[in-house]
Structure formats: C-alpha cells, structure tokens
C-alpha cells in the first residue's frame, strides 16, 4: 500500500470540524478510513465523527481528543464516535461504494432484558483487493455499548473495537486487518452476538455492495458478471484470456470482473491490436476471475438481486467461435450498452473458438444441453420475483432452444421466463418448427427473432446442412403465430462475426424496449410492420 505523507492542515477541508489527533515523540503511520497516511511529529489534524483511525508504526503516539493513545505498545483502532442521526446519514450517504454491511432490525429474546437488537445471519463476507473498508452499521433500543472483534479461526483476538453507549454502531474495519483465517464478531453488553461472520478473499461480498450493475473507477467503469460454464479448466493457465478451455468439462459456476474504458462507443469491443498487450482504460478487459460453489454463487446472484436497481437478471449464451474470455467481455459489453439495471450473466458453452472447429462446436453445444438446464433451473430457483431474459446467440440457440424444451416439462404451464430472443440463430427450420417452438412458447412470455439476409455465417450453415436456418430473411424469412421476427437486414453484421443484434444504435433501442419494458413490436417505435401470408413480422426504421 502506498504511504501518504500528509502535510499541514491537508485534512482541514476534508473533515468536519469537530475531534482533533496529534502525533507525539516522533512520526507514524496510520489508516484514516482505511487509506494509509504518515503524520510528521506535531502535526494537529480535525477529523469528522464516524473516521475509524488505525495505528500502523513509528515511535510516535497518536492522541485522539487528549484521551485515546494509539502507538507501537497499543497498536489498536478507534473510531471517533458518531454525535447524531445526522453523522450517520451523512457518513453512509459519504461511503457509496465501500462495502456496507447493513443489520436487519429483529426483536431479541428475554435473555436480552427486554431490549430490541439488531441482528444479521451466519454467513461469509468475502473481500475483494480493490476495497480498502469494510462498514458495519446497525441500530439498537436502548444504549449500549458494542463491541467489534477481530479473531483468528483459534479464536485469537486480533484487533477490538468499542463503540460508546448508543442506540446507532458504525464500525469501519481496514481490510488490511482481515485475512482467510479470520472471523468479525460484534456483541452488545449483555452479549448477545449481533453479528458472526467468517471472512474469505474472494472477489465479492456475501452482501454485495454494488447497488448499481456497473460502477465508477478514475478511467474507466466496472461490470461484475456472474457466469456458469462447462468448459474444461485450464490447468497451465497464464492469465484471464485462457483460464477455461474449448475442452469440454462439468458444470462450474464463478464471477468475474470486467473493466470497460470510459471512451467506449456503443456496439464496439475496444480490444488491442495483434501483438498488443490490453489496457485498463483503452480496452475492455477482465480484471479478476474466479471459479466458485454452487452455494456462493447463488449467495452472490441473490445479494445482487437484492441491491441492484431493477430485478431482472439477464442471461447471454453465445455462439460459435467464441472463446471463454470473449464471451465474458461480450456479456459486460451489451449489458453496459443496454444500461441494464439488473444483474448481467454468461453461460459459455465448451466452444473451440475457431472457425475451422465448426462440426466439433455442433456437437459441443449438443453436450451441454443438459448443463444448460440446470443452470437455467438453479437460477430460477433462486431469483426470487426477478425476471429472467435470455439472449442467445447463433449456434448457442441451439443449446438454449433444447433446454428451453425440457424447462417446459419441468415447470409446466409456466412461464419461467420474461422474454427469449433468438439472435441469428443457426437451427434448422423444420426443427425448430415440429420440435422446438411448441415448448419454448410455453416456458416465455415472449419470443423475439433477429433474422438476416446479409449474414454469411448463417448461408454457410445452410450450405453445410442442405436446409435453411431460421436467422436467414430475406424471401424466406420465419414468420409464425407466436414469433415475434424482426428483419435486421441492413445492421451491419461485424461485432460477433454474424452478431449483429448489439451493433447499431437502432438495434440496441429495440433491445432495451423489449428488456427494460416488455414491449411488443406494435409498441416498438424503431420498427415498421410488413405481413407475409397474413402474418406480421417487423423491419427496421432506418434513418436517412
């Protein structure tokens, strides 16, 4: 961590008028708010209530209002205590994206004198490295004094803190103080435990604290993905790019965290040029990965759920000729350009990303029909009142349409999902027709198609196969009761090779008008209506 060297009078701007920290017998080193300074000897601060100050080294002592003394002898926290409603809610309002780990009020048991607590459940709270707190905040009847420790998993103190008497707590805790073998407890006088979690370094929080879907950094803007995938993990792995392989494996669920440039134009991959190492910044680039349980992995799904700004999740399977890595940037890519509010996932088939791997990825995306079931069925099972919508791509219809079919025997006469839209899928017609949309129609609440005569991949399909696919227009195009078609002729095809369906700005609106409002077609101001054999379909309406 990077020392701050803080000259006179530096936090008189900062902080409220209202405690004051010396530094006696020599420099030291502390973390204000979790962000490490060094104080010269003499130097007088004015910190705010609610600043949790931390003793790291020097000879110095750090006297807090000429009473608290934090040195080497008593390398300790103090919180400055938190004078009113008003600190607290200007303080929870300062943090915004720290992580705030916030109590549900519960009524206590009589061994608690009659006294109501605050109270969270067992759980883990996992920390990423980019955050440099953690903030716990509850309430309480009656004023009483609390207390926050610290322990190994022997049960070792390792740092204690007190808060005064108070019907309000606040505590920040500098991750630098939490590891894997450490534990945070909080208890009231009488002992009743408030608070009892384990702590693990993972990416993210058991209760997340991103209540947006994407959030700021200094260049650029950060989207958390949740992923399950059944591609083999790379045992010799180098970096993010080839932590899974086109090899085909089990079900595993992770995370991932991807950074998308503050210069990024709508429908475009910032990606380098061949040779050429990413920058966070210039280029959207994953950051941090990691491969979770099952159980964490609906924790997280459910904590998002439960701060995110509306309660839809978005599901993206992608086609052929993709690579782990390029599905998961595609994913935070078209949920940014969406401004999706919800909780954005991927589900990556064992695809061999190469364009000559066309028969071998046939048979992939056969395989993991059944991996796409369950993973389609854990998440409906736990996403409580959120709607679902499905985006899948190319040969990647094929694996959702399949599981689609056996999620209509599992939930019948249900509609698990809000919307499923087909973007230049590559199925057969006469199967999609007798054996696929009888079921899918079932599972949805309604079916989009994005069909194109211009798209190459989808004439080679049909060239491979002898028959044609229901992504090509043109004379032919898909029209049938209960299918919503849209013609995207015209969209320029290059984003995902034949994935025209996040490229264009007009493209992008019909997509939020079906996502973010359930609209119909009807509704959709960027279409036209045109009829085939009595039957509607839809174009584009393009500008001149």
């Known amino acids: 961590m990077k020392t701050k060297i803080i000259p006179f009078l530096i936090l008189s701007f900062t902080f409220l008028f209202a405690n004051h920290l010396t530094v006696k017998n020599g420099d030291a080193t502390v973390l204000i708010n979790g962000q490490e300074f060094k104080i010269p000897e003499d130097h007088n601060l004015t910190v705010k209530s609610g600043t949790m100050i931390c003793f790291v080294k020097g000879a110095g002592t750090v006297i807090i209002d000429n009473k608290v003394k934090l040195n080497s002898k008593n390398p300790e926290c103090y919180q400055i205590p938190l004078n009113s409603d008003a600190d607290i809610n200007t303080l929870l309002s300062s943090i915004g994206d720290e992580a705030v780990i916030s109590t549900e009020q519960k009524k206590a048991p009589s061994s608690s004198r009659g006294l109501e607590t605050t109270k969270v459940s067992q759980g883990i709270i996992s920390l990423p490295p980019s955050k440099k707190e953690v903030v716990i905040y509850g309430e309480s009847y009656g004023p009483l004094p609390v207390t926050l420790s610290i322990k190994r998993s022997d049960g070792t103190v390792i740092r204690e803190i007190v808060n005064e008497e108070s019907t309000k707590t606040l505590f920040r805790i500098p991750t630098s103080y939490l590891d894997n073998d450490s534990k945070i407890e909080v208890t009231n006088a009488f002992g009743d435990k408030l608070l009892d979690k384990k702590v693990s370094s993972t990416l993210y929080y058991a ?152 028969m071998r990825d046939e048979s992939s995306v056969q395989y993991t029909v059944p991996h796409l079931v369950t993973f389609l069925k854990k998440v409906t099972e736990n996403k409580g009142d959120a709607n679902i919508h499905i985006i899948g791509h190319s040969m990647g219809t094929r694996a959702l349409t399949n599981a689609l079919k056996e999620i209509s025997y599992i939930y019948p006469g249900k509609h698990v999902f809000k919307n499923i839209i087909l973007a230049a899928p590559d199925i057969d017609k006469d199967v999609f027709l007798e054996s696929l949309l009888p079921y899918i129609k079932k599972t949805t609440e309604q079916i989009t198609l994005y069909a194109s005569s211009d798209d190459s991949a989808l004439k080679l399909s049909k060239t491979l196969h002898g028959e044609e696919r229901i992504g090509q227009a043109g004379d032919n195009i898909l029209v049938f009761k209960g299918l919503n078609t849209i013609d995207a002729t015209g969209i320029d095809t290059s984003l995902l090779g034949h994935s025209y369906f996040a490229e264009k700005e007009v493209l992008v609106k019909d997509l939020k008008d079906i996502i973010d409002k359930s609209l119909p077609p009807t509704q959709r101001k960027s279409l036209i209506e045109k009829m085939k054999s009595k039957l509607a379909y839809w174009k584009f309406k393009f500008e001149n």
């Open 207 to 358: 209760m997340d604290p991103h209540s947006q879907t994407f959030y700021e950094k200094d260049k650029h803007t950060i989207a958390d993905i949740l992923y399950g995938t059944d591609r083999k993990k790379n045992p010799k792995k180098s970096d993010w790019e080839d932590y899974y392989t086109g090899e085909r494996g089990k079900l595993v669920y992770g995370v991932a965290e991807v950074s998308i440039p503050k210069t990024h134009k709508l429908g475009k991959m910032e990606r380098p040029s061949w040779g050429r190492d990413e920058t966070i910044g210039k280029h959207v680039v994953i950051t941090k990965l990691e491969n979770i349980n099952e159980e964490k992995f609906l924790t997280f799904l459910k904590s998002k759920l439960g701060n995110v700004k509306e309660k839809d999740i978005l599901i993206i399977i992608h086609g052929f000729n993709v690579t782990f890595a390029e599905a998961i940037r595609r994913t935070a890519q078209i949920s940014y350009d969406l401004s999706f509010k919800g909780v954005p996932m991927a589900y990556s088939w064992p695809s061999r990303g190469e364009v000559n791997e066309y």
